[in-house]
């Protein structure tokens, strides 16, 4: 059975404490990966796509990296306007773009 | 303005009645989704849409009926709500299949 999971569910930094996002997976055939921002009360914001193991995406203070098994979203320096869900998911092929998504991970930024 | 819009942005419904959510995107992408999103659950794809008069089900797809007469217009209907049904509900288009897909603002829908 297709599988996305997200580590921690949770995470509390201060402003500028560096830290990372695991989403792993368990997925036959993947076709790519997509990496979300969900704010409260509105809907997930599109940040990545990646499609091949090795590749790696950069977005302001955001990084995203994929392997084999999972993928990593790097938040470098963040500020407190980074405080969101972010939410990973996958999409197989021929499954008609159904995305498959992880139960996300809240960050808080503290100043 | 460009986009995918949903609307309405809240409901309040009676057990039983008839709801339609509508949702509507600019880009012509030829995929459209629905999916709810509940505590505990995270988002659920409940239809998805490859094209015009193509539509097929998701992983929640009881209770609820689509139709796609349009490229741009995608509404979900709930035949008979019911309080299970109690969810925030998001509409999302990607150009193709495997792309990434865009969503729109959601519409909370409480049945009482």
């Known amino acids: 059975e297709d599988q996305v999971t997200q580590s921690p569910e949770a995470l509390r930094l201060q402003e500028g404490e560096s830290s990372s996002l695991n989403c792993s997976y368990t997925?036959?055939?993947?076709?790519?990966l997509f990496w979300y921002r969900q704010d409260p009360g509105k809907g997930p914001e599109f940040l990545f796509t990646?499609?091949?193991a090795g590749e790696e995406k950069e977005k302001e203070r955001l990084k995203a990296t994929l392997t084999k098994k999972e993928s990593f979203l790097h938040i470098t320096a963040p500020k407190p306007e980074d405080s969101a869900t972010y939410l990973c998911?996958?999409?197989?092929?021929?499954?008609?773009?159904?995305?498959?998504f992880g139960q996300g991970t809240e960050l808080s930024v503290k100043p | 303005d460009a986009g995918i819009t949903q609307s309405p942005r809240y409901k309040i419904t009676e057990t039983g009645r008839q709801v339609t959510l509508m949702c509507h995107q600019t880009?012509?992408?030829?995929?459209m989704f629905w999916y709810r999103q509940d505590l505990g659950h995270g988002l659920r794809l409940i239809y998805y849409s490859a094209a015009a008069d193509i539509t097929d089900k998701g992983e929640v797809p009881d209770g609820y009926v689509v139709s796609r007469s349009k490229t741009e217009n995608f509404p979900l209907t709930l035949e008979s709500a019911t309080r299970s049904q109690t969810s925030v509900y998001f509409c999302?288009?990607?150009?193709?299949?495997?792309?990434?897909?865009?969503f729109g603002q959601g519409t909370r829908l409480t049945v009482v």
């Open positions: 999302a288009s990607s150009r193709q299949g495997g792309t990434e897909a865009f």
């Open positions: 997925v036959s055939g993947l076709r790519g």
């Open positions: 990646l499609y091949s």
């Open positions: 998911a996958v999409v197989r092929y021929n499954q008609g773009g159904k995305l498959i």
């Open positions: 880009w012509s992408h030829s995929y």
